[in-house]
């Protein structure tokens, strides 16, 4: 009888050494401690022990992390850090080792990304350490789930390049490895197109209320060094273009898209808008050609065509609207469906995989189109059982531009406010009971809606220390996840997540939860 009473007390003395001695965030799945530590106070090697080119990459980035820590790396001493691409391959694609022996750190990964996300583990132990001994363990980690994403509206304010790369620095630093890019809505269109060039003329810039201007956008150029900036991190960037909602800005630029003659003004208000795109050859033609341009900058595999909030009134009550349904008896409310389908035909043949918001469920999509469940899980959880693959992203955990705080000055905006220990709870797989439909989890993703975010110290603001929270929501698993022992790990790498002279530094345990 007392049996399991030492084996509960020695499990929580494990868990006990192992929240105090790994001040690692995401919190690796699997670590074993040994006696002794890697000493480096004087000097260590750095090595590649087996790679390829991508591994000459990533151990440029352990050379420059250890230059700014003022590491002394020399050509030859008995403390030395080895990159081990695994030739026979047995770990999975994200999954690392990292085994840390008083002489010898090495990194092994079957991949350049299972590479690059020991390093990781790796800079945060250095980080934590003031000592410049980091104690020997022996960790051995891969993700919860595959697609651990961030999203970014640069629509209704647009952010440039550079926050674009803080954001993504402090994505890989956090193991979350799809950046989601909002790149079009009502209030702003930000990529640049050699076709159709009003986009960016028109399209990009709206007149605010006090009659200031607003705007910007992504030339071709910064949009291939973005692209290739996430790859050095090992994140797939999926742009969205947002249709048939949410183009007002399109419409603005290109009146003949709309379901009316009329020209208007690019929004400087937010909420659902009725200007949408009416289907046509040339409206059709006009998506193609934006589809061929936007696959030709992003060599990722997955394409977010929007796909929420469509009213369909304008569809109902304008001419056009009327014209096409008549001419290919169709009713307006199978335009929704007629526009995903054609998405998806485009897209499929480039290769590319198509996401769409929760909404498109709606619209009885192919079996390979990709749910993004976003007002709660319920469509997320429905289209699992369909068998199609599914992001969760219910607002109510997911969405940073909320409140973190209840008594926060958006108080009346939002619906809800979203404390960082309820950001901490979100697990995927919540409610999905069959075991069929939980593999279709491909993962979770936070949003950022920037309706109220208007500059960079507030995006910051919004986003820590939630996004810590989530990458742990999504990379450890759900059994190894506890809040009080995530706290503690937050506190110990206070500002490693950006870097201080760009941005003001975090407080990273602002808020307090509400009892
Ligand atoms: C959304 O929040 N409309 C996806």
């Given amino acids: 009888m007392k049996k399991p009473f030492f084996v509960l007390i020695f499990l ?12 690692v965030l995401p919190l690796p799945n699997d670590i074993i401690r040994s006696t002794g530590a890697f000493d480096y106070s004087k000097e260590m090697e750095v090595k590649i022990m087996r790679g390829d080119e991508g591994t000459k990459q990533v151990n440029k980035q352990l050379l420059a992390f250890l230059s700014a820590k003022k590491v002394n790396v020399i050509s030859s001493s008995p403390n030395t850090v080895y990159l081990n691409l695994q030739k026979e391959k047995t770990l999975t694609t994200e999954a ?14 079957a991949t350049n990304a299972g590479l690059f996300y020991g390093m990781q583990t790796l800079f945060q132990l250095m980080n934590a350490d003031t000592s410049k001994q980091i104690a020997c363990m022996q960790i051995k980690d891969a993700p919860a789930f595959a697609y651990r994403g961030m999203h970014l509206d640069v629509s209704r304010h647009f952010f440039g390049p550079d926050v674009i790369k803080q954001y993504l620095d402090v994505m890989g630093k956090l193991k979350l490895n799809y950046f989601h890019w909002h790149l079009t809505d009502d209030q702003g269109w930000r990529m640049e197109s050699k076709k159709y060039p009003r986009l960016t003329e028109k399209g990009a810039w709206r007149t605010e209320k006090d009659g200031s201007r607003h705007g910007g956008y992504y030339t071709q150029e910064e949009i291939k060094e973005i692209v290739q900036y996430a790859k050095e991190r090992f994140i797939t960037i999926i742009p969205e273009i947002d249709i ?10 290109y009146p003949e898209f709309g379901c009316y ?10 909420g659902i808008k009725e200007n949408i795109l009416c289907p046509s050859d040339a409206t059709f033609r006009f998506l193609a050609d934006i589809l061929e341009e936007t696959t030709n900058l992003f060599p990722g595999r997955y394409f977010h065509i929007g796909g929420d909030e469509v009213p369909t009134k304008q569809w109902e009550q304008s001419e056009r609207g009327k014209t096409y349904a008549a001419a290919h008896n169709l009713k307006p409310d199978a335009f929704h469906a007629l526009f995903i389908e054609r998405m998806q035909e485009t897209l499929s043949s480039k290769n590319k995989d198509l996401i769409g918001w929760g909404e498109i469920l ?39 531009d909320y409140p973190q705080d209840w008594d926060d000055e ?11 220990d309820k950001a901490y709870s979100f697990n995927p797989l ?7 439909a939980q593999k279709k989890i491909w993962g979770g993703q936070a949003c950022v809606w920037t309706e109220f975010i208007e500059d960079t110290e507030t995006l910051q603001y919004q986003i820590f220390p939630r996004i810590v929270a989530m990458s742990e929501s999504l990379w450890t698993n759900n059994s ?30 602002r808020f307090k939860p509400k009892k």
Avoid at 244 to 253: K, L, V
């Fill in 12 to 23: 929580c003395a494990f868990c006990i050494i192992r929240a105090q001695q790994t001040p």
């Fill in 96 to 109: 690392y080792e990292l085994n840390i022996t008083p002489h010898q750190i090495t990194i092994t990964g």
């Fill in 244 to 253: 048939p909602g949410h183009s007002s800005a399109i419409i603005a630029a």
């Fill in 261 to 270: 003659p009329d020209s208007i003004q690019v929004p400087n208000t937010f």
């Fill in 362 to 400: 709606e619209t009885s999509p192919a079996k390979e189109i990709t749910i993004m469940s976003w007002r709660n899980t319920k469509a997320g959880t429905e289209a699992a059982e369909k068998g199609h693959r599914v992001i969760m992203t219910p607002r109510t955990f997911c969405y940073f």
């Fill in 410 to 420: 958006k108080k009346g905006i939002y619906m809800t406010y979203l404390p960082l």
């Fill in 430 to 436: 919540d409610k999905i009971k069959s075991k069929e």
């Fill in 480 to 509: 190894g996840k506890n809040y009080a022992d995530f706290e503690k790990r937050l506190k110990s790498q206070k500002n490693y997540f950006v870097k201080e002279k760009e941005l003001p530094p975090v407080d990273l345990i």
